[in-house]
């Protein structure tokens, strides 16, 4: 009589066992069932993030990767909408920062597949373009200006994933799946304007310039053009015999220097360095504008100048 009740309890524990799994594997199924995962646009390749002025063919231009939970088959199509930051404004000047607007909806049944089997492509957008379906003129485009372009991917279900929806597992380097990227607008580089070049100096303390050793160390600034002429330029230090054409001022001096019409091609502009952290000075063009504004500590090397202020 036990074995027979000891064989019923066993037969009744294994159905309830078995039971309870079957519906905990339905739960399961429903959770896995109702489970809804987004997509990512992955940067393959940035080519181009820098737009020059002046030129028709300069352009923001990226490689992305798309993937979802099935490979692309659920992503329908993706918006590139762009916006302009004016980051240019002179004083008292208008802002002419834009909303976004949207540029263009790529669908993604027209892109190829890359290596890994997922949709890729390179979207490409030239200044002109950018400038046309954004509410400002050429004119209103300078130096320091910045566009933004951002993807969204829109689902076959009406689902839409962007920027705001990202992680920072998303933007980091695995994924790297930011969703806006920044097209900076620069000058080209240009041969040095022709005429007389200006350099206002300064020294906080007072006593000269001092750039490479503590009683002063030769020029502060050398300026060397592409057909070999060299200036060498620096405030008059009192502590040591300068060993070049210094210019007399303690605190303050304007020096000049020439670039020849037609014959310079390009101007390298050499700071040697600020000893004391004292030393400041600005470059001014023969235009009267100033490409170059140097602080005191500034540490040594080449000086980039700012063409698009010239």
Avoid: H
């Amino acid at each position: 009589m036990k074995n027979i009740k000891l064989l019923y309890s066993l037969v009744l524990t294994s159905l309830i066992v078995l039971v309870s799994c079957e519906e905990g594997d339905k739960v399961f199924d429903q959770i896995v069932e109702q489970e809804t995962r987004g997509a990512i646009l992955r940067t393959i390749n940035v080519i181009s993030s820098e737009i020059p002025i002046g030129s028709a063919d300069s352009n923001f231009s990226v490689e992305l990767e798309l993937q979802d939970q099935e490979s692309g088959a659920l992503s329908q199509s993706v918006e590139v909408w762009v916006a302009f930051a004016d980051n240019s404004i002179a004083a008292g000047g208008t802002d002419l920062s834009t909303a976004e607007v949207l540029a263009e909806t790529l669908d993604v049944a027209s892109m190829s597949i890359g290596e890994f089997g997922l949709p890729r492509f390179t979207y490409t957008i030239t200044l002109p373009e950018l400038i046309s379906v954004l509410p400002i003129a050429d004119s209103d485009v300078d130096g320091s200006d910045q566009f933004t372009v951002r993807f969204e991917i829109v689902m076959a279900d009406g689902r839409r994933y962007s920027a705001a929806d990202n992680s920072g597992t998303l933007t980091g380097s695995y994924f790297s799946s930011p969703f806006a990227y920044a097209a900076v607008v620069v000058c080209p580089p240009k041969p040095p304007t022709a005429g007389t070049w200006t350099v206002e100096m300064q020294d906080s303390y007072g006593d000269g310039w001092q750039p490479t050793t503590s009683g002063g160390g030769g020029p502060g600034l050398v300026v060397t053009l592409s057909d070999g002429t060299v200036y060498e330029i620096g405030l008059c230090t009192p502590y040591e015999a300068p060993g070049y054409d210094c210019t007399d001022g303690a605190s303050a001096g304007t020096a000049t220097f020439d670039v020849p019409a037609g014959l310079t091609e390009a101007a390298v502009f050499d700071f040697r360095g600020d000893f004391w952290g004292e030393m400041s000075f600005q470059l001014i063009t023969p235009n009267g504008n100033t490409v170059a504004d140097i602080a005191a500590g500034t540490a040594a090397g080449e000086i980039a100048i700012d063409f698009c202020k010239d």
